[in-house]
């Protein structure tokens, strides 16, 4: 579970144990002194990520020559827990009767699901195992000619299908897809101690999510970084995808936009403070992104996403994130698409500039470039841009925007004068006419 660059460390909110070193330190770098014993109970857990240890491991493993009570072994978790400010008892959890279980990025409770699941929504949560080791958690949901959607940034599939964000978005489309969505390494379900490296990690484990599940051809949606992995993956598997779709997308990551973005030394900045402040209680830090990617959404869909980012991740594992996604670039890859594209992408986009869609439009043969109105990275399921998307989308795949004749639940089925204007005003974009 640990990431070879990192040595062998452990990530948990807020805090990162260093097994080699057997350093328990905060995330702003501060040593977090231990007694001995303490130290040696987190030791043996740490070692055990994620698996179950029972009470007589720990007491061999800590105490191998003393007769003690249970008491000493109590007394050493509850320290523990004062230390890493776990009164949740999320980060160590006690197993009846089992023993005891360090969960690496602990499990962030949600405030009380915001989209209740319809009575048809079910899925399936399974792991596929890439060649390397790692375990990447992925859900399949409803039937139907299969989607793929390609990770993007803070997911969490046991939870994002009860988010005000996302959750409209996965269970419509369940309703009319085989849906298979997956957490990226380090995020929701899959593996916390490896998290991806580059984009060739990114398309490695999306192709061993599509082999778990069984899937020989399918249409592939990204949002947001989720772009370039789309794109790579295109390219390099033509004939296993039927259908490209991009939404907010970028295949450029921040560092290679030159004037488009941030100078590196403000992006650095910005990722230390998501670094130092992601896991506190105070949502401020998170509040930062989600005011970025959903300046749009209401109160309950900021408060939805804030809590679904503190969950997905570490705050060590967020920045990573952020680092690693500015250095992708799969504009090599562009040309090689072979299937049919459909790119969506908002003019008044903050993360991902509008050229950046209009880029990935213009460089795959074919492709069709639509902007939708919002002020949003993609749309949210309160906005006219939502049943618009969607329906395009079935259109694009389907053959048809109701493959059954009659009007899906939360499609919309006709664009709203809002989002007709705003195509009439960007028929032409840096010279590229824009098909609406």
């Not at 999320?90 to 279980?101: E, N, V």
């Not at 957490?183 to 101690?193: F, I, K, P, T, V």
């Not at 991740?313 to 680092?323: E, I, W």
């Amino acid at each position: 579970m640990q990431s070879s660059d990192q040595g062998n460390k452990i990530e948990l909110p807020a805090f990162v144990f260093d097994i080699e070193r057997r350093e328990l330190r905060a995330a702003a770098g501060a040593r977090v002194t231990l007694r001995p014993q303490t130290l040696a109970v987190l030791d043996c857990l740490a070692r055990s990520a994620d698996q179950v240890v029972t009470k007589d491991e720990l007491m061999q493993a800590v105490w191998p020559d003393l007769a003690v009570t249970d008491d000493s072994l109590v007394q050493c978790i509850k320290d523990l827990r004062r230390a890493l400010k776990d009164d949740a008892r999320s980060i160590i959890q006690t197993l009846p009767k089992r023993g005891y279980r360090l969960v690496p990025g602990g499990e962030v409770p949600l405030p009380p699901a915001t989209t209740p699941l319809s009575a048809a929504f079910q899925q399936d949560i399974r792991f596929a195992t890439t060649a390397d080791g790692a375990r990447i958690a992925y859900a399949t949901s409803g039937d139907g000619p299969p989607l793929v959607r390609a990770v993007h940034w803070m997911t969490h599939v046991a939870l994002d299908c009860h988010s005000a964000v996302y959750g409209p978005w996965i269970q419509g489309l369940s309703q009319r897809y085989r849906h298979v969505r997956y957490d990226a390494r380090g995020c929701g379900l899959s593996d916390r101690g490896t998290p991806p490296q580059d984009l060739d990690d990114e398309v490695r484990d999306l192709e061993a999510v599509v082999d778990a599940a069984g899937l020989e051809r399918f249409a592939l949606y990204a949002r947001s970084q989720g772009g370039a992995i789309a794109v790579r993956y295109a390219a390099r598997h033509p004939e296993r995808v039927t259908h490209l779709i991009t939404i907010g997308g970028f295949v450029r990551g921040s560092r290679h936009r030159g004037a488009l973005t941030l100078p590196p030394e403000h992006q650095d900045a910005f990722w230390k403070l998501i670094e130092d402040g992601w896991g506190q209680d105070n949502a401020a830090f998170r509040q930062l992104m989600t005011s970025l990617i959903f300046p749009g959404a209401n109160a309950e869909q900021m408060q939805a996403f804030n809590s679904l980012q503190r969950a997905a991740c570490s705050p060590q594992v967020a920045a990573h994130l952020g680092r690693t996604h500015a250095e992708y670039d799969a504009t090599a890859d562009l040309p090689r698409v072979q299937c049919p594209a459909l790119i969506f992408h908002s003019p008044d986009d903050r993360p991902v500039p509008f050229e950046e869609g209009r880029m990935i439009a213009s460089m795959i043969p074919g492709a069709r470039l639509v902007p939708f109105a919002s002020a949003n990275h993609t749309p949210l399921p309160t906005e006219p841009a939502f049943g618009f998307v969607n329906r395009l989308i079935d259109e694009f795949v389907l053959g048809t925007a109701d493959a059954n004749g009659r009007e899906e639940q939360g499609v919309e089925t006709a664009a709203t004068g809002e989002v007709a204007d705003a195509h009439a005003r960007l028929r032409v974009v840096g010279g590229a006419r824009l098909q609406p």
